[in-house]
């Protein structure tokens, strides 16, 4: 697939990476077949969601409303209106965790997120896929900027940009919701293209693949 468009700052943008292959896992677009393993990786990390991620008190939901919601997040990819991913292991058995690259920043710019399974935490595996999923946003969707968001309170995921060479830009008080609705702070942490080379984005171990299966150059 080379089909290109161009960027509202002329950088040629393709199709975009439908399947990505970190050293551990294997990023890809969410199936609607992948319902019941999604399911049962919400179903094990449900206490631990719900601390961080409002949209974990309504978890877990049943099967129909997970096919549901895994159609629409593929229809958005299609369209190129929002890429989530789901985490597999590297078979592809199981599900471990939610990741993607957001459209939802002005400009030309993605938002990085993620959860990983509770048993999985602690292994270094979220930040795997935060630079590999960086790395992609530059290289393959042709951003300028990559943003990561958190409360600051929750420190296992700010150490994860601070890490990989993001810089925190600003704390914006009471502007996030939190995991019960009520507002809670925003970190914005934030790496621009020109800052990539120097970052320990640069050497993350990453392939990428389009819709077709072809590789896409990720240097
Ligand atoms: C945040 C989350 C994605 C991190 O996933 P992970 O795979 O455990 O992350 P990593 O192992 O790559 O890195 C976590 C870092 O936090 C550090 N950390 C863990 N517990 C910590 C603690 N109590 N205090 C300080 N740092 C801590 C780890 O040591 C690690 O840093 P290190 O590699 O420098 O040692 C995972 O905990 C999660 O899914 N949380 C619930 C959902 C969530 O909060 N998502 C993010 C919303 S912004």
Redesign the pocket.
Known sequence: MTSKTTTDTGRPARCPAYRVETERAVLRCWRPADAGILLHALTR?ID??R???PW?KDEPTDLEEKIALLRRWRAEFDQDSDYTYGIFSANEEEVW?GTGLHKRLAGNALEI??????D???????????AALTKVAFTVNKVDRVE????PA???????PR?LGFTQEALLRRRAAGPDGSPTDMMIWTLFLDQLGNSPVAGARVKAFDVLGSEIPTS
């Open positions: 990390s631990h969601l601390e961080w991620m974990a965790g997120g993620y959860w990983i399974r509770a999985l935490i602690n292994r270094g595996l979220a930040t795997e896929i935060a990561i968001h958190c409360d929750n420190v296992r995921s700010a150490a994860i890490k």
